[in-house]
């Protein structure tokens, strides 16, 4: 009795009990359930509550047979015009889908659902903070695959006047991207400007000038600046880049703006002790130095001018060693592959194919062709897959995986699998743009060593299987990035389908509108065909979906 009237409670019962413990497990289950399930989740207890309530007053019961009986009354022409409409409009949608997916690389519903309609549903307000998110180990990583995802300078960069504009007087498509000639404008901005141009006109004009969008007013302001100084260097940079039209022109200006830039680099190397101003200047003297020889020596390789060519590149890499971050050695392996001094490449390459020394695809694909040219004229598939690889063909197999590894865009230039396009002023290493910049100079060179591309052809597929999970885990390299296809995209031209690695799998929107159109499109032709079998089918259905009220309307019709 005592125990009894302590609380005026008996113990709970075992059901009671088990009916709490089922409710806990399942408040645990959806609250650890996903954004979108415990939004169709609200959704679904919405509509189940507004039919407990509204069921009587609505009388639900009576408007689903209402509805019955109009859907049975329909003719085989409505379904027909409405199984036809359907396959129609999904079309639509799947045609926009692809377009959309094939453009932007992803699907335009399920970018929409995630921007507009994830919020909606709480899954902004409960995503966990970026600093949870991600470990130690995924930040390291992170930050490692950061540079690679840089853009750089194209070391082979075409002439503005006398190549990209006569593509586009030719052709009528614009070569390049505004993304790009963007960042040259703020790469010449760099290069050829510094704090005390305000202190000489012609530099202060030409300031202005490589700020200008407008082609012609650049050009109108760089014969400003040779007016109130014929030794302005910089103003004849910029004619030889876009006003020139041929590669002589363009030659003539530079020798020009070399006879300038370098009176102007010996004043400055006399007083750039003088102040930090000075050290400025002499840094932008440096630059246009730099450039004028360097695009002198292309001049001269263009021109067929090789041996010049080889001869001036090296001796600006002897006399500006610490400007190897211009990659001026890529401007020499190639003139001296078109020379087919092999050994000078190599040469070059044991230098530069370093391990502390960033990578390009030019020096991958360089050492590859190299080991390749070893073995390549007596290689057969069906000889090597009957007494095996040899130590060399295993070293040539090997170079070209890792090289496809690097750049994996590369070979399908290559093999002429896809069409070139005139390469950007800026590329993005291991990206498309570098495959195409790579490729568009370097193609003729792999042609001319016999069997190089067989070679390539039966073999660079391999480092697929090397490496499943290219985004996660990397072999001989990081992991490949997934910025690239962005940056690709705005570095390349519109009328270019850009290279995409690791290629996408289909959204699951683009199968669902597909699969709806085709059947849509199915059911309008059988309705066509057999109406009144398709009428009772649909009899049938509405049977199915409203077994309460519908048999009896369904046996007077």
């Known amino acids: ?69 109009f859907l049975s009354t329909l003719t085989p022409k409505f379904y027909f015009a409405l199984t036809v ?32 309609l994830r919020p909606l549903i709480g899954g902004a307000e409960n995503s966990p903070p970026a600093s949870a998110a991600f470990s130690a180990g995924e930040s390291e ?61 012609s530099d202060t004009v030409m300031q202005k000038a490589w700020r200008e969008r407008n082609p012609q007013a650049r050009i109108k302001a760089a014969y400003q600046a040779l007016e109130l100084n014929n030794d302005c260097a910089t103003a004849y940079v910029l004619l030889a880049e876009e006003e020139a039209t041929t590669i002589v022109d363009a030659e003539k200006y530079f020798k020009q703006a070399l006879k300038a830039g370098e009176m102007i680099y010996r004043k400055s190397q006399n007083c750039h002790s003088q102040s930090p101003q000075h050290e400025a200047q002499l840094r932008r003297d440096t630059n246009v130095l730099v450039y004028v020889k360097r695009r002198l020596a292309m001049c ?93 063909e295993i070293n040539a197999v090997e170079a070209i995986h890792r090289a496809v590894e690097f750049n994996p ?53 391999g480092t697929f299987r090397m490496i499943p999970y290219p985004l996660e885990k990397g072999h001989l390299f990081y992991p490949y990035p ?15 389908e850009v290279s995409v690695y690791p290629q996408k799998e289909l959204p699951f929107f683009i199968h669902f509108t597909a699969g709806l159109c085709s059947f849509s499109a199915m059911l309008a032709l059988l309705t066509h065909q057999f109406p009144e079998l398709m009428v009772i089918f649909a009899k049938a259905v509405l049977r199915v979906l409203w077994p309460v009220s519908a048999p009896s309307v369904l046996a007077s019709s």
Request: some cysteine; proline content about 5%; hydrophobic content about 45%.
């Open 1 to 69: 009795m005592a125990d009894s009237g302590g609380s005026g409670r008996g113990p709970p019962c075992p059901g009671a009990a088990a009916a709490l413990r089922r409710w806990e497990q399942l408040r645990r289950r959806v609250a650890a359930a996903a954004p979108w399930a415990r939004g169709f989740l609200a959704v679904a207890a919405g509509l189940g509550l507004f039919y407990v309530v509204l069921r009587v007053p609505l009388r639900l019961r009576d408007s689903l047979a209402a509805v019955t009986v």
């Open 85 to 116: 409409t359907s396959s129609f409009i999904s079309g639509l949608i799947f045609v926009f889908e692809w377009w959309h997916f094939r453009k932007y690389g992803t699907s335009f519903i399920e970018q929409v659902s995630v921007s507009h």
């Open 141 to 201: 990583m992170s930050r490692q695959n950061m540079p690679e995802c840089k853009v750089w300078r194209n070391p082979l960069n075409l002439f503005r006047g006398a190549e990209y504009s006569r593509y586009m007087w030719v052709t009528g498509k614009e070569p390049l991207t505004y993304y790009d000639m963007n960042l040259s404008a703020q790469d010449h901005q760099n290069f050829f400007t510094c704090d005390t141009d305000a202190l000489r006109p």
């Open 300 to 392: 001269a390789r263009k021109l067929g001018r090789i041996r010049e060519a080889v001869k001036m590149m090296r001796d600006l890499m002897k006399e500006f060693p610490l400007l190897s971050m211009l990659n001026i050695h890529e401007n020499l392996l190639e003139a001296l592959l078109e020379l087919q001094a092999y050994a000078d490449v190599q040469a070059v390459l044991a230098k530069y194919d370093d391990i502390s020394l960033p990578k390009s695809a030019a020096i991958c694909y360089t050492a590859a062709l190299l080991k390749a040219r070893a073995v390549s004229e007596r290689f057969s598939p069906e000889t090597a897959s009957k007494r095996g690889l040899s130590t060399a």
């Open 409 to 461: 865009h590369v070979p399908k230039y290559l093999l002429e699998m896809k069409s070139l396009v005139l390469p950007p002023e800026h590329i993005l290493k291991r990206g498309d743009s570098e495959a195409v910049a790579y490729a568009f100079f370097h193609l003729q060179h792999w042609k001319r060593i016999e069997g190089a591309l067989n070679l390539l052809h039966c073999t660079w597929e």
């Open 482 to 496: 997934s910025c690239t296809e962005t940056a690709d995209r705005e570095l390349l031209p519109t009328f270019h």
